[in-house]
């Protein structure tokens, strides 16, 4: 099994950046094995929404909605996923999700971490 950890959200005035970080633990071959890692968001009543994606290789998509604003970014010595928000909008307030799977094609993610708030205010 994987379990993975968000961290740096928070409240951010528009037009600001936020790093988000998310920490793989647990299985070992489970981790080695994982081929696709994202960021993913939902803002209250609306659906969850792909952000970014991160293979194995480092070839990275963005949902049209952030491209040119965020970067996704990974150290797999850490086991770590890296989000950096920049020129936050209002629009960006979510709650943020990191997860991780085994797919070529960057779908059907298995592992989904707890979630970390993002807010920007008006």
């Known amino acids: 099994q994987v379990q993975l950890v968000e961290s740096g959200g928070g409240s951010v005035q528009p037009g600001g950046s936020l790093r988000l970080s998310c920490a793989a633990s647990?299985?070992?071959?489970?981790?080695?094995?994982?081929?696709?890692m994202g960021w993913f968001r939902q803002a209250p009543g609306k659906e969850r929404e792909g952000v970014a994606t991160i293979d194995r290789g480092g070839s990275r998509s963005y949902a049209d909605s952030v491209k040119g604003r965020f970067t996704i970014s990974q150290d797999n010595a850490k086991n770590t996923l890296y989000l950096q928000m920049n020129s936050l909008k209002l629009e960006d307030t979510a709650t943020y999700y990191c997860a991780a799977g085994y797919s070529r094609l960057c779908s059907g993610f298995t592992h989904w971490g707890q979630g970390t708030q993002v807010t920007v205010p008006s």
């Open positions: 647990g299985s070992t071959y489970s981790i080695d094995n994982l081929y696709c």
